[in-house]
């Protein structure tokens, strides 16, 4: 299971529990988002290089899912596609697809959401209760986030930005075995559109579901019991 920007590993923390009763769960630090190193965040790519290498080196035989939110879910993509081991599921929940755009306008895009990571990361708490309006957090939710914010490199913040705008799609496209997912929130439609179109048009096969009743990258946090039961439906 893989994270999205600006939260840690224990993003899973409220799903963990659930799915280790049933499965042997995986949920990677990523560099930029781990409180433990000093480190930035590199790339979409490099981070699923590493996951692949990972798999390998840990003699992992075959993987039930790969899961993937937001930033997360370009991740799980690209480690999908890296074919390493057999993987049976690749889920993008409100995944990241590359812009299909010119080099200038994915640059301009990367500045303006790096510019507001910025403003949340000096706004604190008060700032991000407007941003997440939409969604039931709690406080301590957004006192999270802002800790995170807080913690994290303007290197990292960059970094995350223009790669999950613009990394790069393996040529040709490996025949894959897994099949692919996209869980994106009814709240969400207009902000993936690009993303859903990008997927009807590379991955034709992918199966596409709805979340009622959330926004983007809610349905770990705030419906843990329902994730469970969608993880366990894909066997």
């Not at 000093?38 to 692949?52: G, H, M, P």
């Not at 390998?56 to 075959?62: F, M, P, T, V, W």
């Not at 223009?162 to 996209?182: E, Q, R, W």
Request: glycine share 6%.
């Amino acid at each position: 299971m893989i994270h999205p920007s600006v939260v840690k590993w224990d993003y899973f923390e409220r799903v963990i529990p659930l799915l280790e009763k049933s499965y042997h769960v995986v949920v990677p630090s990523l560099p930029g988002y781990d409180f433990e190193t000093d480190s930035d965040f590199t790339s979409v790519e490099e981070i699923a290089r590493e996951l692949n290498c990972w798999l390998k080196d840990n003699d992992i035989k075959e993987v039930d899912a790969v899961y993937g939110c937001s930033m997360g879910g370009s991740v799980a993509l690209l480690v999908a596609l890296g074919q390493s081991v057999p993987i049976k599921h690749c889920i993008m929940d409100g995944g990241i697809t590359p812009y299909q755009l010119p080099w200038i306008v994915t640059r301009m895009i990367a500045l303006k959401d790096y510019l507001m990571m910025m403003i949340g990361r000096a706004g604190g708490v008060r700032l991000l209760e407007k941003a997440f309006a939409t969604d039931d957090y709690s406080s301590e939710d957004l006192q999270y986030v802002a800790e995170v914010l807080k913690h994290s490199s303007r290197k990292t913040l960059w970094r995350t930005f223009d790669s999950c705008n613009n990394y790069k799609i393996p040529s040709p496209i490996p025949s894959l075995s897994p099949h692919i997912h996209y869980w994106y929130a009814d709240g969400e439609e207009q902000e993936r559109k690009a993303d859903i179109a990008y997927m009807k048009k590379f991955f034709p096969k992918t199966e596409f579901t709805v979340l009622p009743d959330l926004g983007h990258a809610g349905l770990v946090l705030l419906q843990p019991e329902r994730f469970t039961a969608m993880i366990n439906e894909l066997q």
